[in-house]
């Protein structure tokens, strides 16, 4: 059983920067994929990053790529999206997700956390 906090969310002006943090529990959380989701009001969730358990390569959705990094601390159970450039189009609740399988689909992933809300104002 894996449990995933979000925290570091907020109100950021356009170009501004966010650090966004997943806590995790659970021994095994060195084993799974991680990624960050995000969802906007009306909208269906859409994969913004994922980093394998593996620590091969990371994703990028194109509409963050070269804007957006994604790092994990195995060995404190932490999960960072790094977000820089921000634009208005970034204001969504993101997740923190964890699963067995390295993939953009939101299905596969197993555990997630509750969200937290960032805002980009123009």
């Known amino acids: 059983q894996v449990q995933l906090v979000e925290s570091g969310g907020g109100l950021v002006q356009a170009g501004g920067s966010l650090r966004l943090s997943c806590a995790t529990s659970g021994r095994t959380f060195s084993r799974y994929n991680v990624a960050w989701f995000r969802q906007a009001p009306g909208k269906e969730r859409e994969f913004v990053a994922s980093s394998p358990w593996s620590g091969g390569s990371t994703r990028f959705a194109d509409s963050v790529k070269g804007r957006f990094t994604i790092s994990r601390d195995n060995a404190k159970n932490l999960v960072y999206l790094q977000m820089n450039s921000l634009k208005p189009e970034d204001t969504a609740v993101y997740y923190c997700?964890?699963?067995?399988?390295?993939?953009?689909?939101?299905?596969?992933?197993?555990?997630w956390g509750q969200g937290t809300q960032v805002t980009v104002s123009s």
């Open positions: 997700a964890a699963g067995n399988f390295a993939t953009m689909n939101p299905r596969f992933y197993d555990y």
